[in-house]
Nanobody, 114 residues
């Protein structure tokens, strides 16, 4: 059974940085799309960044230029580097592999105070 384990969330002030990590228990990254989604209370989960297998990353407009998605297929790990964080970046961040019908992590809370 595939498991995605996220880490790196926390409480920071506006302008600071965080790096989220997502480690998979199996070799599922190399042939699948991967990405990060964010969910805030009362709203649907929304795409933050995604990268198809062998392709370039796409980002939500609100995070372009501040967030960087990267993947380490050999290490079965995907990262989201988040710089210059803003209060509106606050939410629970979920790692995803294989799209909405694929695999999800348990979520990690990111809180950005103003």
């Amino acid at each position: 059974q595939v498991q995605l384990v996220e880490s790196g969330g926390g409480l920071v002030q506006a302008g600071e940085s965080l790096r989220l990590s997502c480690a998979a228990s199996g070799s599922i990254f190399s042939n699948n799309s991967m990405g990060w989604f964010r969910q805030v209370l009362g709203k649907q989960r929304a795409l933050v960044a995604a990268m198809p297998s062998g392709g370039n990353a796409n980002y939500a407009h609100s995070v372009k230029g501040r967030f960087t998605l990267s993947r380490d297929n050999a290490g079965n790990t995907v990262y989201l580097q988040m710089n210059n964080l803003k209060p509106e970046d606050t939410g629970v961040y979920y790692c995803n592999v294989g799209g909405p019908e694929g695999f999800w992590g348990q979520g990690t809370q990111v809180t950005v105070s103003s």
